[in-house]
């Protein structure tokens, strides 16, 4: 069974900058896409960012030029780099795998963005 750490979440100022790492129990190669979704106090899981294994990458329109997200392969984790954090930005973020025909699931970190 894979198994999906998230790290780096924490509290931050309007206007800051945090770095979540997402470490994996197994080659992130292999998977066919790796990723962020958030998951807001009341709201819906939605997606963050998402990168497949050919390196392609997708943003949520709300995080475009804000957010990267990367990848370390020789350490097998996943980034998501947030800069410019909005108050909105605050959920709880969960790292994201798929590998066919199984979903992986983090167990979240909580980002909290104050105004």
């Known amino acids: 069974q894979v198994q999906l750490v998230e790290s780096g979440g924490g509290s931050v100022q309007a206007g800051g900058s945090l770095r979540l790492s997402c470490a994996a129990s197994?080659?992130?190669?292999?998977?066919?896409?790796m990723g962020w979704y958030r998951r807001a106090p009341g709201k819906q899981r939605e997606l963050v960012a998402t990168?497949?294994?050919?390196?392609?990458?997708n943003y949520a329109d709300s995080v475009k030029g804000r957010f990267t997200i990367s990848r370390d392969n020789a350490r097998n984790t996943v980034y998501l780099q947030m800069n410019s954090l909005k108050p909105e930005d605050t959920a709880v973020y969960y790292c994201?795998?798929?590998?066919?025909?199984?979903?992986?699931w983090g167990q979240g970190t909580q980002v909290t963005v104050s105004s």
């Open positions: 197994r080659r992130i190669g292999l998977f066919n896409v």
């Open positions: 994201y795998a798929f590998d066919v025909p199984v979903h992986y």
């Open positions: 990168l497949n294994s050919g390196g392609s990458t």
